[in-house]
């Protein structure tokens, strides 16, 4: 098998991997069946050993198989950092998989809150499209784009529109690290400048002479 660089950021390939470590005893996951089982058992086994996030992210794809394997190895190097990221990817691409309950147009039910922010909204849709009966990924990626009200990210696929809907979450999350970065850096900009001008407080608390007598009295 020809070998691939795995999608892991260097915190998570890092981590020293213990010696001794008991194999999840979890049915393969070829790609069809329901996902979210799948990831449960495992979870619940890495639980139970106490694996920390890394050994997660790093032990998954020993419990997958066929075309879910094929998937594993498509992900773009370095593009995760943690379990919950990864597992969100693998939903989302096997989402048809899942036991569903709701005809494919309730995607179109699932909107965008007024306060809800970009990122909240993407896990929402996420979650509840796992009950969706004949999911269709691009009848998923109209749903979400009728359903955001965030201007810049709109814009910004809609100049280079994510043909999936993993693609689309990729970007999402993206959108949601500049802003967030953005946010902060103003936060800090305007600490700063509202700190200048300030006297030292023991400047402050000095006396003022300004305007007195200095001439010692007659």
């Given at each position: 098998m020809e070998e691939t660089e795995p999608p892991f950021t260097s915190d998570i390939m890092n981590e020293v991997m213990p010696q001794r470590f008991r194999i999840p005893p979890v049915i393969q996951y070829s790609g069809s069946?329901?996902?979210?089982?799948?990831?449960?058992?495992?979870?619940?086994?890495?639980?139970?050993?106490?694996?920390?996030?890394?050994?997660?992210?790093?032990?998954?794809?020993?419990?997958?198989?066929?075309?879910?394997?094929?998937?594993y190895r498509q992900l773009r190097p370095n593009s995760i950092n943690s379990f919950v990221e990864l597992s969100r990817l693998y939903l989302t691409q096997f989402i048809?998989?899942?036991?569903?309950?709701?005809?494919?147009?309730?995607?179109?039910?699932?909107?965008?809150?007024p306060k809800e922010s970009l990122k909240d909204y993407i896990a929402h849709f996420n979650?509840?499209?796992?009950?969706?009966?004949?999911?269709?990924?691009k009848m998923a990626l109209a749903a979400v784009f009728i359903s955001l009200k965030e201007e810049k990210f709109t814009f910004s696929i809609g100049k280079n529109p994510p043909k999936t809907l993993t693609k689309l979450v990729a970007r999402a999350q993206k959108h949601t690290n500049a802003e967030e970065f953005s946010n902060a850096h103003k936060s800090v900009q305007v600490a700063n400048s509202n700190g200048k001008g300030k006297k030292p407080r023991n400047e402050e608390s000095q006396p003022s002479n300004k305007g007195l007598d200095n001439r010692a009295p007659s």
């Open positions: 069946g329901d996902p979210s089982e799948h990831v449960e058992a495992y979870r619940s086994w890495m639980q139970i050993q106490t694996a920390t996030d890394a050994m997660m992210c790093r032990w998954f794809s020993i419990t997958l198989t066929g075309s879910a394997q094929s998937w048809s998989g899942k036991r569903s309950q709701k005809p494919n147009t309730h995607m179109f039910a699932i909107k965008q809150e979650e509840k499209a796992l009950l969706i009966e004949d999911y269709d990924d």
